[in-house]
């Protein structure tokens, strides 16, 4: 791997305006925990707003029902077309940052030192590490081919929680990505090294002798290929041959319908990162990698706009990209950039 993006990586993470983006905490050595039968409820209360969060957005995702729901520093919110929802406006001051619906339509919602709340459309369940989750800071949460929910390197079956740790092999709790892929495997993105679970042990993902490190997101495509991304770039990964597409940071990865890769990461023309008492001179790019120049030596790609940085993407059922920011969501139509910070007829 690159040295020289893995030492400006981490100089990215100890920059002052970035102290207060904590990643996953580490496992407390737990293995397996039942559920406690006295599971707090509480009941449902909602903010109706004319605008959409305010803070730093980290994931956003379409419900079954065409509902955009965004996890935020300032809450969870709902967009139904029309108005957003401030759905844990008056349950929880925690700061949102995964968000997942599940097979059954419920909602689960990862936060920063409060653990994970279960949202069925009328009343809340609040888990921490009391009730056996892993660590309180859960910044992913996936569910995987059986019905099982991870929240990072904690799976949880309906009933109790199994919490993997060095003991089992996995190195690093510090969990910012996990997929199953076509085969039942498992990819775990850790602020260590990239692993690989097939179910009994823990592999680490090596290239030319060398793990991958601070991987950020990892999607399989509609090929069956890994994409990786992080301090080292962008990745991809057919089962056999590695191939680059960029040595910049990348920080969120999605494909799209057509087959387009997108990736939140620095700007192609962007400096190298400089830490300043007012934070960062560095240049995020919402990027597209065209699908049909994705075999060639320089594939084409398309920054559609450049923020201070950029968090997580998604494609929604009209084929608009959302991506969220430091001060909120925004979502691109192919030709326009609507910010929902402000009033949705300011655009």
Same mark, same amino acid.
């Given at each position: 791997?690159?040295n020289k ?7 990215l ?8 983006l ?5 496992c407390?050595?737990q293995?397996?925990?039942?559920m ?10 909602? +903010?109706?707003?004319?605008?959409g ?6 994931n956003? @995702?379409?419900d079954?029902?065409?509902?955009i729901?965004i996890? $935020? #520093?300032?809450g969870?919110f709902?967009?139904?077309?029309k108005s957003?929802t401030?759905?844990t406006?008056?349950?929880s001051?925690?700061?949102?940052f ?5 097979r059954?339509?419920n ?12 949202? *069925? ?11 056996g989750? $892993?660590?309180n800071?859960?910044?992913?949460i996936y569910e *995987?081919k059986?019905?099982?929910i991870?929240?990072g390197?904690?799976?949880y ?16 709790n510090? +969990?910012?990505s996990?997929i199953e892929?076509k ?11 990239t692993?690989v679970?097939?179910g009994?042990?823990?592999? $680490?993902?090596?290239?030319n ?7 950020r ?9 890994i994409?990786l991304g992080?301090g080292?770039g962008l990745?991809r ?22 087959g387009?890769?997108?990736?939140s ?6 400096p190298a990162?400089?830490s300043t ?7 995020? $790019?919402?990027s ?5 120049s ?9 920054? @559609?706009?450049n ?7 998604l494609? *929604?059922?009209?084929?608009?990209i959302?991506?969220?920011? #430091?001060?909120?969501?925004h979502?691109? *139509?192919g ?5 929902f ?5 300011h655009r």
């Open positions: 791997m690159n993006l893995t030492t400006n990586y981490l100089i993470i100890s920059a002052p305006l970035f102290l207060m904590v990643f996953c905490t580490s407390r050595g293995v397996k925990t039942e406690p039968k006295d599971t707090i409820k509480s009941a449902t209360k909602s +903010v109706i707003t004319s605008s969060p305010n803070l730093i957005t980290r956003i @995702i379409q079954k029902k065409g509902n729901w996890a $935020a #520093f300032d969870i709902k967009y139904d077309g957003f401030n759905i406006g008056k349950v001051s925690a700061r949102f995964s968000v997942l619906e599940d059954r339509g909602l689960w919602f990862g936060s920063i030192g409060s653990g994970v709340y279960y949202y *069925d459309g009328k009343s809340f369940q609040n888990f921490t590490t009391k009730d989750l $892993a660590g800071s859960v910044t992913c *995987d059986t019905g099982n991870w929240f390197a904690s799976r079956d309906g009933k109790s929680f199994r919490n993997f740790t060095a003991k089992d092999e996995l190195s690093n510090n +969990v910012n996990v892929d085969t039942g495997k498992f990819w775990f993105a850790t602020g260590g090294n692993f679970y097939d009994k042990t823990f592999a $680490a993902f090596i290239h002798g060398k793990p991958f490190t601070n991987v997101s990892i999607i399989e495509d509609k090929k069956g290929n994409w992080g080292d990745w990964y057919d089962g056999k041959t590695f191939t680059n597409f960029t040595q910049k940071f990348v920080g969120h990865i999605i494909e799209d319908k057509k387009n890769i997108w990736t990461s620095e700007s192609a023309n962007s990162w400089v008492e007012t934070g960062n001179i560095q240049a995020w $790019a919402l597209r990698y065209d699908e049909k994705l075999s060639d030596k320089k594939p084409t790609v398309t920054e @559609i706009t923020k201070g940085m950029i968090f997580g993407i494609e *929604d059922d009209k084929g608009s959302w991506f969220g920011t #430091f001060d909120g969501v979502r691109y *139509d030709n326009t950039i609507t910010n910070k402000e009033k949705q007829d």
